[in-house]
Each structure stands twice: as C-alpha cells, then as structure tokens.
C-alpha cells in the first residue's frame, strides 16, 4: 500500500498563495501527473510531497500516516520517496554502481547486500555493461537511468518525477516514457509525474491533474482531458484546437459574416466552438463554415492545412494521403466530426470570423 492523500493542501509565499487549496488521493500503483505551464505551481506540489517544502494549511499523508500537518512533519529522509529531477543529478567523481548504491551505504547495509540489490535494479534500467563508468562517459538518457535507479534501489513507497525527460533528445524522450511506464509497473509503485509537456501526460498516466495559476482546471483520465476538456485553457493547453466564436440562440450558432450551424445544446450567448484540427473535415459538397482553402503542408503521414473563414485561419489536419486532392486557393466547406462548445471566456485564442 502506498497512498498519498493531500487534504486541503495550500501554499503561499508571503502573500503570494501559489497552490490553492487542493485535495485529491493518489491510488496505490496509481501513475498521478500534474501538468501545466511554468510557474502553475507544480514543483512546488512535488516538493510539497517530498518534504522539501512545508505546506501553509492542510495535511498530507502517505498511506495512513500523517507527513505534513496535524502539527507534523515528517522530513523527506524518513517519507521513504524516491526522487528524480530534470537535472540528473548524479555525482560526478562516483561510477554507475557508487551513485546507485550509495542511499544503501548510508543505510548502512551490508556489502554483499549492497551489491545484489545494485545489480537488480541495474538490470531493470538496463546499465549492467555500464557499472564502472563515470557520469561523464555516458549519455544523457543513460544518466537519467542512473538517476532512476538510484531513486528505485531502496524501494521507495512513492517515485516523484520532476521533468525527468526534458534534457533529453525528442526520440530518446518517447523511448524513456514507456521504460518508465514500464518501471512502474514492474515495481508496483505509486507515481506523481511533474511536466509541461502534454504528451508525456498522456502516454504515461493514469491521471492528469491540469494546473493553471496555482488552481486545478481538471483532474481526470486522458483521454477525458483530450475529448472532454472542462474548460478553454484545458482544452487549449492540452493538444491543438481551434475556438470560433460565435451567438448561441435556440437552435444554433450564429458566425460573424452570416454562416451558422445548427446547434442542441443548453448554451446560449456568446459561445466559443472548440474543434481540433483533426476533427475537421475538408469536403467540396457541404459542410458547417465555408472557406477557402489558405495553405496545405505536407507532413507525410498528415496534411496540416490553414483554411481562411472570414478573416480567420482554421486549422485542419487530414491524413498526408489526401494531399493535394484540393488544390490551394479553392473554395471548400468544413465539416466538425466531433466539436464542443464552450461559454466564451473572451480567451486571446478564440477567433472571430467576420
Ligand atoms: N521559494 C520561493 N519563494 C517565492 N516564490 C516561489 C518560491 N518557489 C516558487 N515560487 C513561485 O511559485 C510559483 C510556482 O512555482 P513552481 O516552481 O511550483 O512552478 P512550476 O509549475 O513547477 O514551474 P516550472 O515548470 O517553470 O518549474 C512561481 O510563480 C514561482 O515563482
């Protein structure tokens, strides 16, 4: 077992309350990632967990026990986390096995322990041919391994990840993903993954917590965070999307520049359609807005095409076979496969037909 429950957890530098109250449980075995854009206040919710910070009110426990709160606190040595941040952090003068073995020299565990227990985990993050070399001799992703291993090799109750990925090259940043996915599972541990990077959240996780500003904006499985983002800045932040505003009345959805679409749903006013590139049709029959097709950028495996409604550039990603079925400069209509509408907040991103 090996729960983390955050209850009511808020944090303030002087009057600058960076995390507003926040509660949620982290499952046993559950992969947890807080995402959001610099300066949303994750770093300072891992720190929190570990120990590094204190939090201003409220109380966090690990299992049934209280670290933070209820006049406690438990240091981070004695919460049995293990820790790995965006720099590797791993000591230079030591090799692979010294900076993976040494929290169990500290222990103070016996040699030949130390050495199997070394030597397991430096299978499982596959640096066995790599024991006598130095952190200089190795790659950046060998290195974060290290990390890695020396954060799992005393079997922590909860691994916390802080942008573990992102020094890495982008091809050695999607491999790392499933080794640490994979890691995860093998070890049965509890995870809380820090990042910016919205692809990362959603290849790994069990579940999204998206910050902005210090506030949670959703907390929810990815794909609820993709298909159904609760508000704009979710659904913004969290892949591609187009917002077209609009009037919502009884019965549809009013564009600048005279085009409408029908529309069932309970909003009315000032709305914003949200549609994500991908859920965008091109077709010369029919369709919800007309346009004409602006700009179409052969990808290979997709189209990325900019069609121009009004005064607006919408984009639509079609699959690359298609390309050039309608040339640039053509008139064409759009079609939403899926869409959602949003009350418009008056965000920079919503576009204005006319
Ligand atoms: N020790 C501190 N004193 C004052 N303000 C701080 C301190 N640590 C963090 N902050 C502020 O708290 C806010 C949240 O910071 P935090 O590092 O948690 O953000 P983050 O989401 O992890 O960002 P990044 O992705 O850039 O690391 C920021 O506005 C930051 O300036």
Not at 165 to 170: F, P, R
């Amino acid at each position: 077992m090996s729960s983390i429950t955050l209850n009511e957890v808020t944090k303030s530098y002087g009057s600058v309350q960076v995390i507003q109250k926040f509660s949620s449980v982290f499952c046993d075995r559950e992969f947890v990632t807080l995402l959001g854009p610099s300066g949303c206040g994750k770093t300072t919710m891992l720190r929190m967990i570990a120990g590094f910070e204190k939090p201003s009110s409220g109380e966090i426990l690990i299992d049934d026990a209280v670290v933070s709160g209820r006049g406690q606190f438990v240091p981070p040595n004695r919460r049995n986390i293990g820790m790995v941040f965006q720099s590797y952090a791993v000591w230079p003068h030591m090799d692979v096995f010294d900076n993976v073995a040494y929290p169990l020299k500290i222990q103070g565990l016996s040699r030949g322990e130390i050495k199997k227990r070394v030597f397991d985990i430096l299978e499982a993050v596959h640096l066995t041919q790599y024991v006598k070399r130095l952190p200089n001799e190795l790659s950046g992703g060998q290195q974060q391994r290290v990390a890695l291993g020396r954060a799992l090799v005393c079997s922590p109750r909860v691994l916390l990840l802080d942008e573990p990925l992102s020094n890495l090259d982008a091809k050695l940043r999607e491999s790392m993903r499933f080794e640490i996915k994979d890691m995860q599972r093998r070890f049965g541990i509890t995870v809380v993954y820090v990042t910016h990077d919205q692809t990362e959240a959603m290849a790994m996780s069990d579940r999204v917590i998206v910050f902005n500003k210090g506030a949670v904006q959703q907390m929810d499985t990815p794909t609820n965070i993709y298909r159904r983002p609760a508000n704009q800045f979710v659904a913004d932040f969290v892949g591609k999307i187009n917002f077209i505003r609009g009037f919502a009345s009884d019965g549809r959805i009013d564009f600048p520049g005279g085009q409408w679409m029908a529309y069932g749903g309970p909003r009315r006013g000032p709305v914003a359609v949200a549609v994500r590139p991908e859920d965008m049709l091109m077709r010369r029959d029919r369709g919800v807005l007309k346009g004409t097709l602006a700009k179409a950028y052969y990808l290979g495996d997709a189209n990325d095409c900019r069609v121009r409604i009004g005064a607006a550039d919408v984009r639509v990603i079609a699959a690359g076979r298609t390309y050039g079925q309608i040339p640039e400069g053509e008139e064409l209509w759009l079609d939403f496969d899926e869409y959602l509408v949003f009350e418009d907040d008056g965000a920079d991103q919503t576009q204005i037909l006319s």
